[in-house]
C-alpha cells in the first residue's frame, strides 16, 4: 500500500515533469516559424521579438558579427589503430592554417573544430554527428579511416547539404558517393600500378597478405581484379596480433616469389622480421601504408632489399610542394609525408571554396568546392597566391587551385587525380624510382 | 532505520533511499543544465536527440545484461556478440548493399534479428550454461570472438570489414512515418535576447530545425517505445513465479536444485531474454547509424554494458538506466572536456602584484601529456572509476530494492526480503529490514 | 617439411603462452577470482624490460643472440611487473570483499589503468627492442625447421622457469605450502601457514611469470599497449582447457592453444578451406569442445 503510495508519488513526477515540458513548449511555439522553401535569408514570418533576421541560418553563438572565425570540422583519428596517421594529418592542417590566417578570408579567420574517430566508426559518427548539429560547421574534413569515412557519410552527412572531404581514405569504395570528395586519390589506382608493376617484373604468381578492414579489402579486390596470374596465396590478418609466424609461413609455402603486403608499420614490420628470422627471401612489393621510417629502423640491413612500394605522390618536384616541404621541417623536424600534403589541401581547399562562396552555409560551399581545383582559371599554387586572384569578388572558376599534393580536379566522383610515386628500397632506404599516374 | 521511516508520508520524495534522491536531484539538475543549454542554443537540439538515442540504446542493452546477470547471475561476456548480431540481422535484409538480401523492410529485420538472436543464444547456451560462473564469462568471452571473426570474414555474406551501407531508416514502408522527416516543415525559431534591466541579457533559441531533426526525434520515439516496451515486460516477468525461481538461483543455485527447479532451464531462458533484448538494441543502431561493421561486435562494447550496469546496480532496471546514461556521458561527454580544458597548466597569477607561480616542470608536463592524450587519459578516469565503484560502492549506485519485494509482502512486519539481496548499501539500508519498503 | 616448420612456431608461442596461463592459473588458485588485468601485467613487464635494456643494452657477450643486457632487462621486467601486480593486490583487491565475480570486474579496471598508463607514459605505437635479429639456425634447415637463437632462447628460458617452477612447488617449502593453500586455504591457516605471506609469494611469482612472457612476446613480436590484452583471451582459453586450479594443466594448456594456433595453416595444406584468420576461433571453439566433454578442463578439479 505504502508502495502504491510512494509508486503514486513517483508517476506523479512524471506527470508533473511531462506537463512543465508541455507547457514550454508552449511557451516557446510563439516564437516559431516555418521555412519557406527557397533557403534564403529567413523573412520572419510573424513571431518572437528581437533577435531574428539572422544573416545565415547557422545558429552558433559564435557569429558575433563580422570578425568571428569561419569554423569548419575535422574528424581525425586522434587515437587507436590509424593514430599516425591522425598525427601526420594535424600537422599538415596545422601548417595550413599557418597560411591561411596569415592573409586571411575577406578579413576573417579559419578556425577548425578537430573531433577523434578513435579510429572507429561507432565513435566517427558520433563525433561528426557532434560537429554538423552542435557545432553547426558546413564543411567536415573527414576521416581516415575509409569504413569511417563512408560509416560518416551514410549517417550524418547524406541528408544535409554538408560539404565532406576526406583526408586520407582510399578505398575504391568511396569513389560509388559523388558526394563524398576526397584529397587522396583511390586505392584502386595503386592496385591497378602494382600489378601492372608485379607482371613487368616477370612474375606470374603473387602472394597477398592484406589488412582486414576496409582499407585492405578495398586495396585487395581492385589488385585481384586487376591481376592477371595466380593468386597463390590470400589472406586477411588483423591489426596488432601477437603472431604473424603463420602468416609469413603460408606465403612461404605457397611457392610465389612475388610477396605483396596491404598493410600497416607495425604490421608489415613484424611481417618482415619474421620472413628474415626464417630464412624466407622473396621479392616484396607494397602499398602505402607499408612505407615508413620506423619500418627501416626495425628491419634489418638488406632485408628489404629491392622491395617496391607504391604511394600516393605529393607533388615533389613542383615549387609549392618544396616550400611547403621546408616550412615542414622547420616547424617538426621531419619531412612531411603524403599525408600531412593531403590534409594541408584539404583546409587550403576548404578555405578557398569559403572565399569563393556566397555565403557560409553547406549549400553554398558544395557549389564552389569543386571549381576551385578545376582546370578552368588561373593555376595558382598557394592560398595567397588565390586570394590574390580572386580579388574582392571572384568566383571559384576564376581559379585552378594546384595542391601541395598534386593538382587535385576532383571528377565526377569526387576523387582526384591520382598520382603515384614508386619507391624501391636501395641499401636500405627508400629511392624514387619514378612516377606513374592513375 | 533511517529518518524517513518516522516521517509522515506525506511528500513527493518520501519513501525514496538516499541514493535515489541524490540520483534524482542529479537527473533534475541535469534536466535543468540541458534545458538551459537547448534554450540558449549551446547545445544543438538534433544532436540532443541523437544523444538520447545512444542513452536508450545503451540503456536496453543493460536491461538484457541485467536479465541475465542481475536476475539470474549469470556473468555473459557476450553482449557485444548480441548487440551485433540484432544490427546485422536487420542490416542483412534491408540495406541495399547486403550480399544475401536487400531492399526488405526493416520490420521483418526486426523480426529476423531477433529470431536468429534467439538461436544463437541457444547455441551458446547449451555448451555454457552448465558450466561454473567464472567459466561461463570466459567461455562466453570466447564465442562472441570466434561470432566477430566469422562476420569479419565471411566476406560472401556479410560484406566482411566493408560493413553493410544503404540501411534504410526503421519507417521504411510504414504509411506516414516513412516520409515524416521530409514532410515536416523546417522550423526556424527565432533568437531571442531577453534582458533584465540592470541585471543580465541572455540569448535564447536561434536554431532551424530540419529534416536531420524531425528524423532524430522520430529515432528517440523509437527506442523510447522499445525502451518502455522492454521496461513493462521485464516488471512483469521479474514479479512472476519465474522470476522469483531465477532471483532463487542467483542467491543460491543449490538450493533452487533442492527445490526441485531444473536451474538449467530457467538459466537457459533467462539466457535467451536477455540476448534477444540486447539484439533489439543492436536493431534500433542499425537503423540509427545507417552503417553496421564488423568493429560492433568489439569486445571494449560488452564491457561498456557491464560497467553501466554495475553501477548502475546489478538487479535493477532504474539502475541499469541510470548506468546506461553514465556510460554514455563518459564517451560523449569527454569530447566536451577535452574542449574546455586549456591546453596548458594555469599558472597562477597573483593579484595585484606581477608575481606569477609557475608550478614545476613535471606537474606541467604530466598535464600536458594527459589533456593532449584524451583517449588514455579517459580509459584511466574509466577504470579508476570501475575500481572505486567496486570498492565504495559495489551494489552500484541504485541497487534493487523495491523491485525485491513482493507488493502484498508489504503489509505489516515481515522480512518481505529476499534471501539474495547482499544491498549492504552506505545506507545501510539492508534488505532484511522488516515491513516498510526499503529503510 | 611444412608440418614440423609450423609445430617449431607452435614451440615457441606456446612458451610464451604457457609462461602467462601458468602465472595466471596460480594467482587463480590462491586468490580466486579470474583476473583480467594479467594480460596487462605482461605489457608492464615488456615495458620494464624494454626501459631497462635501453640503460644496460650492450653489456658484455651475447647468448643465444641475445646480450648479457637483455636477460638483465628480462629480470628487472619480472620484478617490476610482480611489484606492480602486489602493490596492486594490496590496494585494490584485498580491502574489497565483495566474491569472486566483483573481483573479476575490478580486475577489468585494473587492467584499464595498467594500458592507459603505459598509454600515457609511452605513447600509443608498437616498438621493438634494439637485439640484432638473427638468421635461421643452419643445421635445422635442411629439416624444414626455421627458428633462431632467439627462438631457442625463448623456449629454453621458459623450460627453466617452469622447470624452477616445479621444483618449488614440489621441493620447497614455500611451494608445499603454496600446494597446500590452493588445496584448502581454512585447512591451511588453521595448520599454522601465514597464508598472507604466502598469497603475496604467489602473485609475486606469477606476475612475474606473465612478465616474463610479455619481455619474450616483445622479443617475439613487438612491444606495444595492447599486447598483453590481445593475447589475454588466449591465455584464458589455455588456463580453462588445462583446467583451473592445476598448474600442470595450464602448462598442457598453453602448450596445446600454443600449437592449435601456428598449426591452423595446415587445414589449408590438406584442403579444409579455413584460413589462418580463424586461428583463434579455431582455438575457442575445441576450448568450448573439451569443456562440454569435462566441465572442469583437462586436469582440473571441480570449483566452488
Request: with cysteine; glycine share 12%; charged share 15%.
Amino acid at each position: 500500500m505504502t508502495a502504491d503510495d510512494n509508486r503514486l508519488n513517483r508517476r506523479d513526477v512524471l506527470k508533473g515533469t511531462g506537463a512543465a515540458g508541455l507547457a514550454g513548449i508552449g511557451l516557446t511555439a510563439g516564437c516559431v516559424s516555418t521555412a519557406d522553401e527557397t533557403p534564403t535569408p529567413t523573412e520572419s514570418s510573424g513571431g518572437g521579438g528581437g533577435g531574428g533576421g539572422d544573416d545565415d541560418d547557422t545558429a552558433t553563438p559564435t557569429e558575433g558579427g563580422d570578425m568571428g572565425a569561419y569554423e569548419i570540422g575535422m574528424v581525425n583519428s586522434l587515437t587507436g589503430s590509424l593514430s599516425a596517421f591522425g598525427a601526420r594529418n594535424e600537422r599538415g592542417m596545422e601548417l595550413a592554417l599557418e597560411s591561411v590566417n596569415g592573409v586571411g578570408i575577406g578579413g576573417r579567420e579559419l578556425s577548425i573544430i578537430v573531433e577523434d574517430s578513435e579510429s572507429q566508426a561507432q565513435a566517427g559518427v558520433s563525433a561528426a554527428q557532434k560537429l554538423v548539429n552542435q557545432d553547426q560547421v558546413p564543411f567536415v574534413i573527414g576521416a581516415v579511416g575509409s569504413g569511417v569515412s563512408l560509416a560518416i557519410y551514410e549517417s550524418v552527412i547524406q541528408s544535409t547539404d554538408v560539404v565532406q572531404l576526406s583526408q586520407n581514405s582510399t578505398s575504391p569504395d568511396l569513389t560509388n558517393f559523388p558526394g563524398l570528395l576526397r584529397m587522396s586519390p583511390t586505392g584502386r589506382t595503386q592496385s591497378t600500378a602494382l600489378a601492372d608493376i608485379i607482371s613487368e617484373d616477370g612474375y606470374d604468381s603473387v602472394a597477398v597478405a592484406w589488412v582486414n578492414n576496409d582499407y585492405g579489402q578495398g586495396l585487395r579486390d581492385a589488385f585481384v581484379d586487376a591481376w592477371e596470374g595466380d593468386v597463390a596465396y590470400d589472406s586477411p590478418h588483423d591489426q596488432g596480433q601477437s603472431s604473424y609466424s603463420s602468416t609469413v609461413s603460408e606465403m612461404a609455402n605457397s611457392e610465389a616469389d612475388a610477396w605483396l603486403f596491404i598493410t600497416y608499420q607495425p604490421e608489415f614490420t613484424a611481417m618482415a622480421q619474421e620472413a628474415f628470422s626464417n630464412g624466407y627471401e622473396a621479392q616484396y612489393y607494397g602499398a602505402d601504408s607499408v612505407q615508413g621510417s620506423d619500418v627501416l629502423a626495425d628491419t634489418p640491413e638488406g632485408s628489404l632489399e629491392g622491395m617496391k612500394i607504391v604511394t600516393p605522390s605529393a607533388a615533389v618536384e613542383e615549387q609549392n610542394y618544396q616550400d611547403f616541404a621546408s616550412r615542414f621541417e622547420e616547424a617538426y623536424d621531419q619531412t612531411p609525408s603524403s599525408w600531412a600534403a593531403f590534409a594541408y589541401d584539404c583546409v587550403i581547399t576548404a578555405a578557398l571554396s569559403i572565399a569563393t562562396a556566397d555565403e557560409f552555409t553547406g549549400a553554398a560551399l558544395q557549389e564552389t568546392v569543386r571549381d576551385v581545383t578545376r582546370p578552368e582559371g588561373e593555376q595558382v599554387t598557394t592560398f595567397a597566391e588565390a586570394m590574390e586572384v580572386l580579388g574582392e569578388d571572384g568566383s571559384p572558376s576564376d581559379i585552378d587551385y594546384q595542391g601541395v599534393s598534386g593538382p587535385i580536379d576532383f571528377d565526377e566522383n569526387g576523387d582526384p587525380v591520382g598520382f603515384l610515386q614508386i619507391f624501391s628500397v636501395e641499401d636500405h632506404e627508400y629511392v624514387s624510382t619514378g612516377f606513374t599516374s592513375a | 532505520m533511517s529518518v524517513t521511516d518516522r516521517l509522515p508520508r506525506t511528500g513527493l520524495l518520501d519513501g525514496y533511499t538516499r541514493a535515489e534522491r541524490g540520483v534524482v536531484g542529479f537527473v533534475v539538475l541535469l534536466m535543468l543544465l540541458l534545458v538551459y543549454g537547448l534554450v540558449t542554443g549551446g547545445l544543438g537540439p538534433t544532436y540532443f536527440l541523437y544523444l538520447i538515442g545512444l542513452v536508450g540504446m545503451y540503456v536496453l542493452l543493460s536491461f538484457g545484461l541485467n536479465a541475465q546477470w542481475g536476475y539470474t547471475g549469470l556473468i555473459n561476456f557476450s553482449v557485444a556478440a548480441f548487440f551485433g548480431i540484432g544490427a546485422y540481422g536487420t542490416a542483412l535484409l534491408s540495406a541495399d548493399s547486403s550480399p544475401i538480401a536487400g531492399n526488405m523492410l526493416p520490420v521483418v529485420g526486426l523480426f529476423v534479428g531477433l529470431v536468429v538472436a534467439a538461436v544463437v543464444a541457444l547455441v551458446i547456451g547449451v555448451p555454457t550454461l552448465r558450466l561454473r560462473t567464472d567459466y561461463l564469462a570466459i567461455a562466453s568471452l570466447g564465442l562472441a570472438e570466434v561470432i566477430r571473426i566469422l562476420v569479419q570474414n565471411q566476406r560472401n555474406y556479410t560484406n566482411g570489414s566493408a560493413g553493410l551501407r544503404g540501411i534504410p531508416g526503421f519507417f521504411e514502408g510504414w504509411p506516414v512515418l516513412e516520409t515524416f522527416p521530409q514532410a515536416m516543415p523546417t522550423l526556424i525559431v527565432e533568437r531571442l535576447t531577453l534582458t533584465v534591466p540592470f541585471l543580465f541579457e541572455v540569448d535564447l533559441f536561434g536554431f532551424r530545425l530540419g529534416q536531420s531533426f524531425w528524423q532524430g526525434l522520430l529515432n528517440v520515439s523509437l527506442v523510447l517505445v522499445f525502451v518502455g516496451v522492454t521496461y513493462a515486460m521485464l516488471r512483469r516477468v521479474h514479479r512472476s513465479p519465474w522470476g522469483r525461481v531465477l532471483r532463487t538461483i542467483r542467491a543460491d543455485e543449490d538450493l533452487a536444485e533442492a527445490l526441485g527447479k531444473d536451474t538449467y532451464r530457467f538459466k537457459m531462458q533467462s539466457f535467451v531474454l536477455g540476448s534477444v533484448i540486447m539484439a533489439l538494441a543492436g536493431v534500433f543502431y542499425a537503423h540509427l547509424n545507417l552503417y553496421v561493421s564488423p568493429g560492433d561486435f568489439e569486445p571494449i562494447n560488452t564491457f561498456y554494458v557491464w560497467i553501466a550496469v554495475i553501477l548502475g546496480g546489478s538487479g535493477s532496471n532504474r539502475g541499469a538506466m541510470f548506468g546506461g546514461f553514465v556510460v554514455i556521458a563518459i564517451r560523449e561527454g569527454t569530447r566536451f572536456l577535452g574542449d574546455l580544458l586549456p591546453a596548458a597548466f594555469p599558472t597562477l597569477g597573483i593579484p595585484f602584484t606581477d608575481l606569477v607561480v609557475s608550478f614545476p616542470a613535471l606537474v606541467e608536463n604530466t598535464y600536458a601529456t594527459v589533456v593532449s592524450n584524451f583517449a588514455s587519459t579517459r580509459l584511466l578516469a574509466v577504470g579508476l572509476l570501475i575500481i572505486l565503484v567496486m570498492r565504495f560502492r559495489p551494489e552500484g549506485v541504485l541497487p534493487p530494492q523495491r523491485e525485491l519485494i513482493w507488493p502484498e509482502a508489504t503489509e505489516g512486519p515481515d522480512p518481505g526480503s529476499d534471501p539474495g539481496t547482499k544491498a549492504v548499501s552506505a545506507d545501510g539500508s539492508g534488505a532484511s529490514r522488516g515491513g516498510q519498503t526499503d529503510e | 617439411m611444412s608440418v614440423l616448420e609450423y609445430i617449431a612456431n607452435g614451440l615457441v608461442f606456446s612458451s610464451i603462452i604457457v609462461l602467462a596461463s601458468i602465472g595466471l592459473s596460480l594467482v587463480y588458485s590462491i586468490a580466486d577470482f579470474a583476473n583480467f588485468a594479467h594480460g596487462d601485467t605482461m605489457t608492464v613487464g615488456a615495458y620494464g624490460t624494454l626501459v631497462t635494456f635501453g640503460f644496460v643494452g650492450g653489456l658484455g657477450g651475447t647468448v643465444l643472440g641475445l646480450p648479457y643486457g637483455f636477460f638483465v632487462a628480462l629480470v628487472v621486467g619480472i620484478v617490476v611487473a610482480a611489484v606492480v601486480a602486489v602493490v596492486t593486490q594490496r590496494l585494490v583487491y584485498e580491502p574489497l570483499d565483495i566474491g569472486s565475480i566483483g573481483l573479476l570486474i575490478t580486475s577489468i579496471g585494473v587492467a584499464f589503468v595498467y594500458r592507459a598508463l603505459v598509454r600515457l607514459g609511452f605513447g600509443a605505437d608498437p616498438r621493438e627492442y634494439a637485439v640484432e635479429l638473427q638468421r635461421p639456425i643452419e643445421a635445422l634447415v635442411p629439416y624444414g625447421i626455421r627458428m633462431t637463437v632467439h627462438d631457442v632462447a625463448i623456449v629454453g628460458s621458459a623450460a627453466l622457469l617452469v622447470t624452477g617452477l616445479h621444483l618449488l612447488l614440489q621441493y620447497t617449502d614455500l611451494g608445499r605450502k603454496m600446494r597446500a593453500m590452493a588445496d584448502n586455504p581454512d585447512l591451511a591457516r588453521v595448520s599454522g601457514i601465514r597464508t598472507g605471506r604466502i598469497r603475496i609469494w604467489t602473485w609475486l611469482i606469477g606476475a612475474g611469470l606473465a612478465g616474463a612472457g610479455g619481455g619474450f612476446l616483445g622479443l617475439y613480436n613487438n612491444v606495444g599497449p595492447r599486447m598483453g590484452f590481445d593475447i589475454l583471451l588466449v591465455v584464458f582459453a589455455a588456463v580453462i582447457l588445462g583446467g583451473i586450479g592445476s598448474v600442470y594443466g595450464a602448462m598442457l594448456g598453453g602448450l596445446l592453444i600454443g600449437m592449435i594456433d601456428q598449426m591452423t595453416p595446415i587445414l589449408g595444406d590438406v584442403g579444409i578451406p579455413i584460413g589462418t584468420e580463424y586461428s583463434y576461433a579455431i582455438a575457442f571453439v575445441i576450448m568450448v569442445a573439451v569443456l562440454l566433454v569435462r566441465p572442469t578442463g583437462i586436469a582440473g578439479e571441480a570449483g566452488s
